[in-house]
Structure formats: C-alpha cells, structure tokens
C-alpha cells in the first residue's frame, strides 16, 4: 500500500480484531464431534441468525422459535442466549499495544462493529481495550450492518473525516472489499503485528 499521510482515523472491527470471536468456545461441550456442532452452525445457529442480533432483535426474540423448531438443541441455544460472552473468550494478543501506539501517534481511533447493541455493554464492560476508543459505531444501534455503505457513512460522520482520511482493519474480506469501494483505506486483519506493519507501510506509524 503506498504512503497515506493523510490518514486521521484507525477504525477497528471487533470480533477476530480487538477481541477473539469463536462460538465453538462455548458451544464445544454440547456436542460429541466437531463435524455435529459445525452442522449445528451451518443449519440452526447460521450467520443469518446471528445477523438478526447484529441489527438488535433480542437474544431471547431469536432464540425462542429456534427452541421450538430444534428441542433437541435447547441446551447450546440457551447457552448461547444466556452466556454469550463466552463467545468471546480473549483479547487478540497486542491490539491493546497497537492502540495504544497510534493513539501516541496522534491518530483518532474508531471502533467498527456487527454487534447487538443488546450485548455490546457487556463487552464493553468485559475487555477495557474499547475504553481507548474515541468513537464507536456498531449495526445494533443503527440498525445497518458491514458491509452495507451506510454503516461506513455513519462512521465518518461520526469522526469528522472523510472516508479517504480513514483506514479500517477487519477480518472479513467481504467487509474489506465494501470499505475500499466506499472509499477507505481498508486492509485485512490477521495479527496486530500486520496491522502494525501495515500502518508503518502506510506511512501512517513511524517504522
């Protein structure tokens, strides 16, 4: 990536960027195999379902039909309503020291996040990593979620800067793909030691 020094803001995803986001933490116990808790995930608890969450229906709203359609997964379900933190088992190893670098560096920092906002307080209250953030936006309080635009329109009027002014760090391709088309400098996350090398390349930490 060439030299940014227009860069203002860092704006970072949460799950798989600040925090570890793994629902097999959890669930793991509730099942014999790995292949029957991944068909759990692919056919009951799916992406779409943790979707509805991300843009705030209640836990317990999303989690009810399901009981009903799948009694014999009552216990993981419950599980995942009533301990859903546990989904979030650890920090990612050195975020805490990247922030820390670029809030020294002068640079705005932003949190950009598919989450309930339902959930969210209890994250918060959890890992203090997010109490370095100056802005957070996240889908459940909006009721938009990554990789629409309007999630990322939010954020930067929400800092101040235009979307050529941030870079935004995230797990999902897909998210990365949407953020560069809106405009952002947006590059994949797979360890805060890349992000770190990423934002050096980028001109935007000093080597």
């Known amino acids: 990536m060439t030299a940014a020094?227009?860069?203002k803001v860092v704006a970072f995803d949460f799950g798989g960027v600040i925090v570890k986001w793994?629902?097999?933490?959890?669930l793991r116990p509730?099942?014999?195999?790995?292949s029957a808790m991944n068909q759990f995930f692919e056919e009951v608890l799916t992406l779409e379902v943790n979707l509805r969450c991300d843009l705030s229906v209640p836990?317990?709203?999303v989690v009810a039909p399901l009981i009903e359609q799948h009694p014999h997964h009552r216990l993981p379900l419950e599980a995942w309503r009533d301990r859903w933190i546990e989904t979030l088992p650890h920090e990612i190893p050195g975020i805490a020291e990247l922030i820390n670098d670029c809030r020294n560096a002068g640079l705005t920092l932003a949190g950009l996040s598919n989450i309930s906002a339902e959930t969210f307080p209890q994250v918060r209250e959890t890992y203090e990593v997010f109490d370095s953030l100056d802005h957070i936006v996240i889908s459940?309080?909006?009721?938009?979620a990554k990789p629409d635009f309007g999630i990322?329109?939010?954020?930067?009027e929400q800092v101040g800067h235009t979307p050529t002014e941030v870079i935004f760090f995230d797990d999902s391709q897909t998210n990365i793909d949407a953020a560069t088309a809106f405009g952002m400098h947006a590059m994949l996350f797979t360890s805060a030691d890349q992000a770190r090398l990423d934002l050096i390349q980028a001109g935007v930490l000093p080597g």
Do not use: K, M, N, W
Not at 22 to 26: C, G, M, N, W
Not at 30 to 34: G, K, L, N
């Open 5 to 7: 020094p227009t860069i």
């Open 152 to 156: 990322y329109q939010i954020l930067c």
């Open 59 to 61: 836990l317990a709203e």
């Open 140 to 144: 459940g309080e909006h009721h938009v």
């Open 30 to 34: 509730f099942f014999d195999s790995e």
């Open 22 to 26: 793994d629902r097999s933490a959890l």
